[in-house]
C-alpha cells in the first residue's frame, strides 16, 4: 500500500500508513501559514482491499464548519471526481472505500492542475478573438497569464475577472472554462453582441505557486493575496501588484473575483456596501446583476451569504472592496460551494467541475443582459 501527493497540486502527510483499514493523515500547512484545509493525494495497491482513512488534523483547519456535510471528492482516471461519504466527529475527518482499481485519488474538490492551467491557455491562445500576454512571473518563477478577449471598435467597456486568488478553490477555473467557452463560441450570438461592446481582461489563475504547491490560501510567502489589493509588493505579492498595475493601465467597468466558500452549500455574490465611497449606481448594479443571475441559473440564490459590512467599514485590502473603491465600477466576488449546491442537490457529484462550468456561462450571459448598464 502507498499513498502519495509529490505532484501538482498534491498536499498529505502519512501518519500511518500500513494498515489500510486504519490509514492516518493530516494536511499540510499552506506555505509560509497556518492555514491549511486543501488536500489532494493518490492510494495505490489496495484494489478489493476494504479501506478507512481518517485526516486526524480537520478539526484545526482553517473553515472547520466545512466538514459538516462535507463528502470527500474521489476518482479513478482524474477526469471523473464522485463523492464518497464521510463523517467528521468534531476533529477527525474519516471515510471507508474499498478502491475497484489499484489506484484511487482523492481531494477536496476536483483539483486544477497547473498542467491543465497551461493547457487551457494554450487551447485559447487558438482563437481569433483571444490575445495572450504573461504579466510578469510568480515568486516561484511561474507565468502570470493574461487572456485577452475582443478586438472592435474603440470605447468598449473593460470587463476584468479574476479566479483562485486562493488556489484551494480550483471551482474558480473550472468556472473559468465554461465562461471562456461560452465567449469564444463563434456561433453564441451573446457572445457576439456582447464582444462588440465589451473587452475582457481575465486571469484565469491569479495563484500559480499555490495551486502546484497544494495550498489552500496562501501564495508561496504565505500571503493571502485576497489581503493584498492596498497593499502589494513585488517581494510578498507580485500576482496582485502585476494585475493591478495592468488593471489601472487599462480602467475597469466591471469586475468579477471568483471564489469558493468552505462552509456554505450555495451560489452566492458578495458585494462591496461598506467602501467609503459607495454610489447609488453602484449598489443599483450589484442588485441588478444578482436579480438576473437568479433568473437565468437555478444554481444561484440570494438568501444564503455573507453578512453585509456596515457603511464605511469595508476592508481595502480584499480585491472587490479595492477596485469598487478606487475604480467606482460594479465588483463582485462569487462564491461556489465546496460542497453542494442545497437548493439543487447531486448526491453523486456534489457541486462539480461541470456545473462551475455551466454557472460560468450563466454568469457571462448575466453580463450581456446589463452591459449597457454598465
Ligand atoms: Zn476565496
Request: hydrophobic share 35%; glycine share 8%; aromatic share 10%.
Amino acid at each position: 500500500m502507498l499513498i502519495t501527493s509529490q505532484f501538482d497540486s498534491g498536499n498529505i502527510e502519512v501518519i500511518k500508513g500500513d494498515d489500510p483499514s486504519d490509514i492516518r493523515l493530516n494536511i499540510r500547512k499552506d506555505s509560509n501559514s497556518d492555514f491549511y484545509q486543501w488536500f489532494h493525494f493518490r492510494l495505490s495497491g489496495v484494489a478489493d482491499t476494504p479501506c478507512k482513512l481518517t485526516i486526524e488534523n480537520a478539526g484545526g483547519s482553517a473553515y472547520v464548519p466545512g466538514w459538516e456535510n462535507y463528502k470527500v471528492c474521489a476518482s479513478y482516471d482524474r477526469e471523473s471526481w464522485f463523492r464518497i461519504d464521510t463523517s467528521f466527529d468534531g476533529q477527525k475527518l474519516s471515510w471507508n472505500v474499498e478502491p475497484e482499481q489499484d489506484s484511487l485519488y482523492f481531494a477536496y474538490f476536483a483539483p486544477y492542475s497547473m498542467d491543465r492551467h497551461a493547457d487551457l491557455i494554450a487551447e485559447v491562445s487558438g482563437s481569433p478573438l483571444v490575445r495572450t500576454s504573461v504579466l510578469g512571473h510568480t515568486l516561484d518563477g511561474q507565468d502570470m497569464d493574461l487572456v485577452e478577449v475582443g478586438f472592435g471598435p474603440e470605447g468598449r467597456k473593460k470587463i476584468w475577472m479574476a479566479a483562485r486568488q486562493h488556489p484551494g478553490e480550483t471551482m474558480a477555473e473550472w468556472w473559468m472554462e465554461g465562461a471562456l467557452d461560452y465567449l469564444l463560441d463563434e456561433d453564441n450570438p451573446v457572445a457576439r453582441a456582447l464582444l462588440d461592446k465589451a473587452h475582457f481582461y481575465i486571469v484565469p489563475n491569479m495563484n500559480p505557486d499555490g495551486s502546484r504547491r497544494g495550498n489552500l490560501r496562501t501564495n508561496a510567502a504565505g500571503a493571502n493575496l485576497n489581503r493584498e489589493w492596498n497593499c502589494a509588493t513585488m517581494e510578498r505579492s507580485p500576482e496582485v501588484y502585476l494585475v493591478r498595475e495592468k488593471m489601472h493601465e487599462t480602467g475597469v467597468d466591471f469586475h468579477l473575483d471568483v471564489h469558493g466558500d468552505e462552509n456554505l452549500p450555495y451560489n452566492f455574490i458578495a458585494g462591496f456596501e461598506g467602501i467609503p465611497s459607495l454610489t447609488e449606481k453602484q449598489s443599483k448594479l450589484l442588485a441588478m446583476y444578482q436579480d438576473l443571475l437568479c433568473v437565468i441559473s437555478p444554481d444561484f440564490q440570494q438568501e444564503h451569504g455573507y453578512d453585509t459590512d456596515e457603511p464605511g467599514t469595508a476592508n481595502l485590502s480584499m480585491c472587490t472592496n479595492y477596485m469598487a473603491e478606487t475604480f467606482g465600477c460594479l465588483a463582485m466576488t462569487l462564491e461556489m460551494p465546496f460542497k453542494d449546491n442545497d437548493d439543487l442537490p447531486d448526491l453523486e457529484y456534489g457541486w462539480s467541475p461541470e456545473r462551475c462550468r455551466h454557472l460560468g456561462r450563466a454568469c457571462i450571459d448575466t453580463l450581456a443582459q446589463m452591459i449597457d448598464e454598465l
